[in-house]
Structure formats: structure tokens, C-alpha cells
């Protein structure tokens, strides 16, 4: 069994920056794909960012150059450096990972097995 725990998260004003964290606790195969996904109030999840085994990412285009997923191997822990943040950012934030899947992608965020309880980021104008 796997768990997911999400910290970081926060409320930050526009063009602030905030770094979410993700600790793994259980056995992680050599092949998967782990990512984020949020979901903002009153509206339908969306893949955020994905990193596969071999280090691979993809984003979501409204994030490209602001934010950057990251993987501490030896901490077991999935990282994701949000850069510039507008308001349009907020969200509950989740990380998901599933094993034994090389098709790793942003929008393939429905697929992940294990999730997380999610972190909140608050983004004001």
C-alpha cells in the first residue's frame, strides 16, 4: 500500500511563488508515473504537471514556465515549484501516482491510483 502526503501549500499574493511537496510512504516500483492535479472551486479537476521513472514532464500549457515538478529520490518525495502565481492558480492541489505505466502525461491525471488529501494554494489579486 502506498500513501500519498501532500505539505506546502498556502496563501500567497499574485507573481509569489510557493513549493508543494509530496512524501511517498510504501514500496515504489521502478516504473511509474506520479504528477499533480488540482481542482478549483466550483470547477472540474485538471492535470497540472507529470513526471514519469525516467524523469520525463509534461505540464498543462496554463503552467508552462511557471512551474517546475521535481523528484528527490533519495527522499522519496515529488516536488512541484510554482513560479509567478496568478489567481487563476487557486486550487486544492493533489499528487497522484500509479505504477507500471510508461503513458505519463499532465492529462493523464484520471488514471493515478493512489492520490493524496491535497494541499489548499489561495492566490489574491
Known amino acids: 500500500q502506498v500513501q500519498l502526503v501532500e505539505s506546502g501549500g498556502g496563501s500567497v499574493q499574485a507573481g509569489g511563488s510557493l513549493r508543494l511537496s509530496c512524501a511517498v510512504f510504501?514500496?515504489?516500483?521502478?516504473?511509474?508515473?506520479m504528477g499533480w492535479f488540482r481542482q478549483a472551486p466550483g470547477k472540474e479537476s485538471e492535470g497540472v504537471a507529470a513526471i514519469d521513472s525516467a524523469g520525463y514532464t509534461t505540464y498543462v500549457d496554463s503552467v508552462k514556465g511557471r512551474f517546475t515538478i521535481s523528484q528527490d529520490n533519495a527522499k522519496n518525495t515529488l516536488n512541484l515549484q510554482m513560479n509567478s502565481l496568478k489567481p487563476e492558480d487557486t486550487a486544492m492541489y493533489y499528487c497522484?501516482?500509479?505504477?507500471?505505466?510508461?503513458?505519463?502525461?499532465?492529462?493523464?491525471?484520471?488514471?493515478?491510483?493512489?492520490r493524496g488529501q491535497g494541499t489548499p494554494v489561495a492566490v489574491s489579486s
Open positions: 497522484g501516482a500509479r505504477f507500471y505505466d510508461t503513458n505519463c502525461s499532465a492529462g493523464s491525471w484520471g488514471r493515478f491510483t493512489y
Open positions: 510504501g514500496y515504489m516500483p521502478f516504473i511509474y508515473c
